[in-house]
């Protein structure tokens, strides 16, 4: 029920395995699409990182699919964890921080 309201409230799509889920929405950049990651859940016996690869692929995959240019993630700075998120989305993923202001941090990379 929680990802129709997902859905429903916010907009955004949600991709799903057995263990997880990524919500996410395309939005243009100018005239390009661009992929915006906005949550992942992982169930704590699944957080051993394969599972986080594959949410991050389906939802690249979504991108690909909607001809996106760009990938944008969020970290809250004032949520729990926020701090491995963000060193997750810089060096696993390999994303640079571009704007950092209230609270949030944007993290942006190309979508190859």
């Not at 997902?6 to 799509?13: D, S, T, V, Y």
Request: aromatic share 12%; hydrophobic share 40%; with cysteine.
């Amino acid at each position: 029920m929680w990802l129709e309201y997902i859905k429903e409230r916010q907009g955004h799509e949600v991709s799903e395995t057995e263990n997880g889920f990524i919500s996410w929405h395309i939005e243009k950049y100018g005239k390009d699409n661009v992929l915006s990651l906005n949550d992942i859940y992982i169930r704590p016996k699944a957080r051993d990182g394969k599972e986080l690869q594959e949410l991050y692929n389906l939802a690249i995959k979504q991108g690909k699919a909607n001809n996106c240019k760009y990938i944008l993630a969020y970290v809250e700075v004032n949520t729990k964890g926020a701090d491995k998120r963000l060193l997750m989305h810089i060096f696993k993923f390999k994303f640079k921080v571009i704007k950092a202001e209230n609270g949030k941090i944007t993290l942006f990379k190309e979508l190859v």
